[in-house]
């Protein structure tokens, strides 16, 4: 675990912990794949205990990592079919969670948890929070415009203070490539809710071809696919040699400058040098196999709303991605996955001809209900299939034994949206006719962090700052063992209640 290195104004630490790591920093420590691709002769080595790293040493006997996924669906939810009526371990699930069932024991379903920001109002302005809104799920904070600022992302919290434990720090996964700009917001808010700095956003792959070969690089990939390792190969060269000429321009210009801009080139070069490890490590074989399973070869298709946007067959697709995130988990190939199912507003799906009956309007349209309840059944069913895929995700995690449990056992998967209701554009509890639960922020949170979080239930808080999704990062970082303690615009302290009944 490193934190040290994070750097956000909206996210601190426990000065304990911050002390702890400067009295004993990271070691240097030479891998043993950098050994290998060293050698002047290709021989094999043993496993050399003093080549370890202290993560890889404690390995040996620790307990399997925790993985998290942030998993976002689009467009707000349609209440009344979202929210059980009744908390508690013995919970009925709605009609629209219902697909849970398998799962539903380490599941647990959020009420009264609000997006908040400084003043208590909402984190994200309803004017525009289709835009700001995506990032502002994962950060609590709320973009700016014309220039980009936003704020680090709870899953690049996570990522980062890992510190290149495994070959891919973080994968960021979409199911479209099309964004768009609302209320004059820059579009990419709209693309992407992984942000590694409040000015550094992380676009997501969309091609399910390219994720299998970032999973399998070197290894599975190449095995009758020569043209396609080529491809890879040319990229990474490509990649690194713009690389190392920005590095070296940066050094040359770093003597000529100011204090103030010195320290700006150089928190800017540690970011090269991120992406620098980041780009060697993907060159590296892979151990995974990815067995049966072939390369994907989706088409890219144009949907019907209008607005030109591509999209792959959408089951079809979120079923391929879903396994390929399993599988990355498997093979440690990382532990932080950012998904967007779909992006929000006008990028948000056009329509569902692979429901039964098909529904011919577009997602967006149909989140502004005005409270008609036909309208509202039509979304209900769009968020029972979002749900179904979740699950199915879900089970796939959960049939793979790990450890004592299985891999959802050892992850926390943090399904979320933009908005509480896409009718209000609000952040907070929303008022339903004839529907007296409890409302609030649509948030599911799968897994137990290797049995840290008491899973299995529906919690209800009472709504207002201390139960804000912000204070409920802070408890699920705190769990992953990064000791945060402020997070997001007015996160100050851990939500309560996620650790016993």
Request: with cysteine; hydrophobic share 40%; net charge neutral.
């Amino acid at each position: 675990m490193s934190i040290a290195r994070i750097r956000d104004k909206n996210v601190t630490f426990e000065p304990q912990a911050l002390a702890a790591e400067q009295r004993n920093p990271r070691r240097l420590v030479m891998p043993r794949r950098a050994v290998l691709r060293g050698a002047a002769a290709c021989i094999g080595l043993p496993l050399l205990e003093s080549l370890w790293s202290p993560s890889e040493a404690r390995a040996q006997t620790a307990s399997p990592p925790i993985r998290w996924v942030s998993w976002f669906i689009p467009c707000g939810v349609w209440g009344p079919s979202w929210f059980p009526t009744n908390t508690g371990v013995n919970y009925t699930l709605s009609s629209t969670l219902a697909s849970l069932a398998p799962v539903k024991s380490k599941v647990i379903v959020f009420a009264g948890v609000e997006n908040l920001g400084l003043s208590g109002g909402p984190a994200v302005n309803s004017q525009g929070s289709h835009g700001c809104g995506p990032p502002g799920s994962t950060t609590c904070v709320q973009g700016q415009k014309p220039n980009i600022t936003m704020g680090i992302s709870v899953d690049q919290v996570y990522a980062q203070s890992l510190n290149n434990a495994t070959r891919i720090q973080s994968m960021q996964l979409s199911g479209t490539d099309g964004t768009f700009s609302d209320v004059q917001y820059p579009a990419v808010y709209n693309g992407t809710t992984s942000w590694s700095s409040a000015t550094q956003p992380l676009p997501p792959l969309v091609n399910a071809g390219l994720v299998f070969d970032q999973i399998f690089a070197g290894g599975a990939m190449t095995s009758g696919n020569a043209a396609a390792q080529a491809a890879v190969t040319q990229r990474l060269t490509l990649r690194k040699s713009v690389l190392d000429g920005v590095l070296g321009e940066a050094n040359t210009l770093i003597g000529k400058l100011g204090a103030t801009d010195q320290l700006k080139v150089n928190e800017y070069l540690a970011a090269v040098r991120a992406a620098e490890i980041q780009v060697q490590n993907s060159a590296l074989p892979s151990s995974c196999s990815a067995g049966t399973m072939a390369r994907p070869t989706l088409t890219v298709g144009t949907d019907t709303n209008g607005f030109g946007l591509k999209l792959f067959d959408p089951p079809t697709y979120t079923d391929t991605i879903t396994t390929l995130m399993s599988l990355a988990f498997q093979c440690d190939a990382t532990r932080v996955i950012n998904y967007q199912q779909m992006n929000g507003g006008h990028s948000s799906y056009g329509s569902f001809p692979w429901l039964t009956p098909a529904i011919t309007r577009d997602h967006h349209s149909m989140s502004h209900h005005n409270g008609d309840a036909t309208v509202g059944a039509l979304l209900a069913r769009v968020e029972a299939w979002e749900i179904s895929m979740f699950s199915s995700f879900l089970q796939k995690l959960d049939a793979i034994s790990e450890g004592s449990g299985t891999l959802l056992d050892n992850s926390l998967i943090f399904l979320s949206n933009e908005l509480s209701d896409g009718n209000a554009h609000n952040q907070t509890t929303t008022t339903y006719a004839n529907f007296s639960g409890p409302t609030g922020k649509p948030i599911l949170l799968a897994g137990t962090a290797g049995g840290k979080i008491v899973s299995g239930r529906h919690i209800a808080y009472t709504p207002g700052q201390a139960n804000s999704q912000a204070n409920l990062y802070i408890a699920l970082l705190n769990t992953l063992g990064v000791p945060v303690k402020t997070f997001g615009a007015a996160g100050t302290a851990p939500i309560t209640g996620l650790t016993s009944l």
